[in-house]
């Protein structure tokens, strides 16, 4: 048999429940769902070339000639085209020498602080003018604030010196003149 307080305890227990259960489908039918989005725009790839090799003049054993970046015939040409106005980094990696195909040989090459030039408005070399879209660096320390031109392209020029020593052997020289570019992000 129950006892009385038994009793009360399981319709306490009943009315708990009871209650949990009227207030369960409540709390259901307040909830409220939403759903954003994520967006991302991605901007025009970058693309590089060497639109032109750095070209020095026939050399004499023993006599030293230099390349202006101003030659449009004979300097260094990287064309970069990307996203307008973006941030780009730019990197030459350059040789401390030139070399015969078959290796036999080297001739040191050499850059000045002011061999390089990038310029934004894409003109030809010649006719570009200091400070007008067009700025002389040191190509060992390309500019940092670098941006592709407001037309997506930016073009790099290179000029240097090459010394042929008295004994230089005859014959056509080489070597990798590379320019890394990467967007910065601003």
Known sequence: MRTAKQTRQNHLLVTVLGLCLLAAPAAVMSQDVATGSATATVQTALAVSADNNL??????QG????????????????????QGSAGINLQLTLPEYM?????????????????AAVDTLVSTPATMVAGNGWIDQNPY???????????????????GKVTPSRLQTAGAYTADIILT??????
């Open 99 to 115: 070399a015969l195909a078959d290796g036999s040989d080297r001739m040191t090459i050499s850059f000045r602080s002011t061999d």
């Open 55 to 60: 070209i020095f003049p026939a050399l004499f």
């Open 141 to 159: 320390n390309l500019p940092a604030a670098a941006v592709v031109g407001t037309g997506g392209q930016t073009n790099v020029y290179l000029g």
């Open 181 to 186: 570019v990467a967007y910065t992000g601003s």
């Open 63 to 82: 006599v030293a000639d230099s390349m202006a970046n101003t030659n449009d015939d004979s300097t260094a040409q990287f064309s970069i085209t990307g």
